[in-house]
């Protein structure tokens, strides 16, 4: 969990308009850091199967708000992308079968 302080920087950073609080921009930086901070407490403690748990799910939620963010604005999208440094995906040649092996990969990372 963010603290305040952090969560109002990470909004001001990536608000698209004053008073935004919950665009798909907003709402990424969050989950965004949120994953990091997990991944880095599980470094530390690998057998926090409940923390893994809530990693996933993050995860997830990025990634479906990633999809919906390149599928209505994608030159936006990618600029988010390189804001956050993170992995740009393909999401127009991709099936759920992927998805589900990116899921894997991102528990993979985690468990090493």
């Known amino acids: 969990m963010l603290d305040k302080k952090t969560k109002e920087k990470l909004i001001a950073k990536f608000a698209t308009h004053k ?6 921009q907003v709402q990424t ?3 965004t850091d949120e994953i990091n901070r997990l991944a880095e407490h599980l470094t530390v403690h ?12 993050k995860v997830n939620e990025r990634r479906k708000l990633l999809r919906y963010f390149a599928s209505e604005e994608p030159t936006a999208y990618e600029e988010l992308v390189k ?8 999401f127009a040649n991709k099936s759920d079968a992927d998805d589900e092996g990116f899921l894997l990969e991102a528990a993979a990372v985690v468990e090493e």
Request: charged share 45%; no cysteine.
């Open 46 to 57: 690998r057998k926090d199967h409940s923390s893994r748990r809530g990693l996933l799910r």
């Open 83 to 90: 804001k956050l440094k993170i992995k740009k995906r393909d």
């Open 19 to 24: 008073g935004d609080t919950g665009s798909t």
């Open 29 to 31: 930086a969050i989950l």
